[in-house]
């Protein structure tokens, strides 16, 4: 297919799809003659992932190219390839290790994986942001004073676990390897809107069960 | 207790302390003379809770000092207390009801509040953000050409309001009625990075498992 077809079937302008081919997000066409080239399934599926990525996910271009540098590179194992994604995402700041909170936080981070049985992520703790996250999350939290239990933790842990499940199920269920790679990034940039918006619906509905709306 | 005591005592500098005095988002200290003010317990859980709200969920202090308004005000029920928090969080855009995305979304997050039995977001959803936001995510993976089974979205919404229960079990037990209004914002500011952490976590973890790391 030619340019305007590409962007009618997409849905995203000639410009910005002209923007992404300049960037190197997009694979240039098969070149026809001078003028003209010729676009493919594999451009619409890719002009996807980028909007997703971009578009969806606010990822800075430089961010995206990386992310799609992993994802294109099959020799890469699918957690890389997953990671890939998931660590290009906006993290939270670095804690601060000389914070008492901070050192708290990691005992306590290090203890919940433990019981929870998390050996992969026990190996990935000087690593991965995700495990950062959660050590400035539990500061936070203790920083204010609360006594937030270990068994809570292990609860709400324990749910995120079965989300994930969902989430990589859903990778599985696409056809070829190609498309679980993007579609690990799609869902790391589409997934977490939808928990938040569906927690904070479920917050509304168990409130006014619990107390009515008077 | 001094400002200085009250610095200590909360870890907040007596520079930060007097900005939030003249902002108003603590109520002033009993005046023992013409330069000295006398500060108590209620300032000091006041202050965890501005900062909560601005340090950790970096609200505008005009949106903090809105929230507070209602935390405050005891002729309010616990649901709207609740709400004051989670309404006043940055929210995703609002959904352009125009786009036919948008339209086929709504239809979809009406079904699955059916199908889950949340009569009460039921009526919620010409006013709440939360829903919006659903319709908002909805919409992007629809947008994307995803095949999101209606199945698949139940079960997250099951395990959110699983989640949900887990928070509002927190925020009942605090011991009097204002600091389950404090808990619930502190805990809507606290929460939600918790568990995107926790997600991210269990992600790399499941991913693991199921893939090893080569």
């Known amino acids: 297919m030619r340019l305007a077809e590409l962007s009618e079937h997409s849905g995203v302008s000639t410009a910005t799809i002209k923007y992404y081919l300049r960037e190197g997000l997009l694979p240039p066409g098969r070149q026809v003659n ?5 676009y493919d399934a594999e451009h619409v599926r890719r002009l996807r992932l980028v909007r997703a990525m971009i578009q969806v996910g606010r990822m800075p271009v430089a961010t995206a190219r990386e992310v799609l ?5 099959d020799s890469l194992g699918r ?5 890939a994604a998931l660590w290009a995402l906006p993290q939270v700041p670095e804690p601060d290790e ?23 992520s026990m ?24 006594d937030w239990d270990a068994q809570r933790l292990l609860l709400y842990a324990r749910l995120m676990h079965e989300a994930a499940g969902l989430d990589l199920d859903f990778v599985e269920s696409q056809p070829s390897e190609a498309e679980k790679a993007e579609c690990a990034v799609v869902s790391a940039v589409l ?3 939808m928990l938040q918006a569906l927690h904070r619906l479920a917050q509304e509905e168990e409130s006014a069960r619990r107390y009515g709306f008077e």
């Open 123 to 146: 190996m990935l703790t000087t690593v991965s942001p995700a495990y950062r996250s959660l050590v400035v999350a539990i500061a936070a939290f203790r920083r204010l004073g609360y």
């Open 191 to 193: 997934i977490e809107p």
């Open 69 to 73: 540098r992993h994802v294109d590179d």
């Open 98 to 120: 000389d914070d008492a909170f901070v050192r708290a936080a990691h005992r306590e981070a290090g203890a919940l994986l433990e019981s929870l049985g998390w050996t992969n």
């Open 34 to 38: 001078a003028t003209t080239a010729e």
């Open 79 to 83: 957690t890389i390839r997953l990671g």
